[in-house]
């Protein structure tokens, strides 16, 4: 079955720190693999996606993400911080043909940013 | 270029009632797909339009039910409402046929007494 596992629920980091963000996904084909952010009663922002060719995405406000698939995982970082960053990030899967799939959520993970 | 758009932002229902909720998508697009995030949980697939027609849909009960008009617009309604479809309702738009993601409208947040 078609899955996405986002292990932290919560993580707290200091301002200026580093930050990754894990997610493995369960899907039998070559996976669609979408990053979204979510500040407080608001809709879904796509920070980065993968479709195929280079690993290592790159994406808005400084995030990027890195597709191994030997893993099943695309985990995403961040080498510093910002408080704006405080937020619910989601991690995606895009099953079916392409242009028409539905996403399969993780649970999320919040982010915390200490000052 | 207006992105997804949604209405009402919020509304309260009571425990029987039925709803409606509204969704343009973005201009060019041509597939809505309606998702429910219950609190503290992760988005759930309900179903996906496509040339007015339902295309795919999660595990919802027929209580959920959708259109899609020619002008791509979409509704979504939930008759007998429960207390349990408390939720977030989100409309994600996209284009069929090409390899891109979707966007997504800031929600409904419906409240159910």
């Known amino acids: 079955a078609q899955s996405v596992t986002q292990p932290d629920i919560h993580i707290t980091v200091s301002e200026g720190a580093s930050l990754e963000l894990r997610c493995n996904y369960s899907y039998g084909a070559t996976p669609y693999l979408f990053w979204y952010v979510q500040s407080p009663g608001q809709g879904l922002q796509l920070l980065l996606k993968y479709f195929s060719g280079d690993t290592l995405v790159q994406g808005i406000k400084g995030f990027e993400a890195e597709f191994k698939r030997s893993q099943s995982s695309f985990n995403l970082r961040k080498p510093s911080v910002h408080w704006s960053d405080a937020a619910e990030y989601f991690c995606a899967v895009g099953a079916g043909d392409s242009g028409t799939y539905k996403y399969i959520f993780g649970t999320g993970t919040r982010l915390k940013v200490l000052a | 270029d207006a992105g997804v758009t949604q209405s009402p932002t919020h509304l309260i229902k009571t425990r029987g009632q039925q709803v409606t909720l509204r969704c343009s998508p973005k201009s060019g697009h041509d597939t809505v797909s309606w998702y429910q995030q219950a609190l503290g949980q992760g988005p759930q697939f309900i179903f996906q339009y496509y040339e007015e027609e339902e295309r795919q849909r999660g595990n919802f009960p027929d209580r959920f039910s959708g259109h899609q008009f020619p002008n791509y617009s979409s509704e979504l309604n939930v008759n007998a409402l429960l207390l349990g479809d408390s939720a977030l309702y989100l409309c994600?738009?996209?284009?069929?046929?090409?390899?891109?993601?979707?966007?997504f409208g800031q929600g409904t947040r419906l409240t159910v007494v």
């Open positions: 994600a738009s996209s284009y069929r046929g090409m390899n891109t993601e979707a966007f």
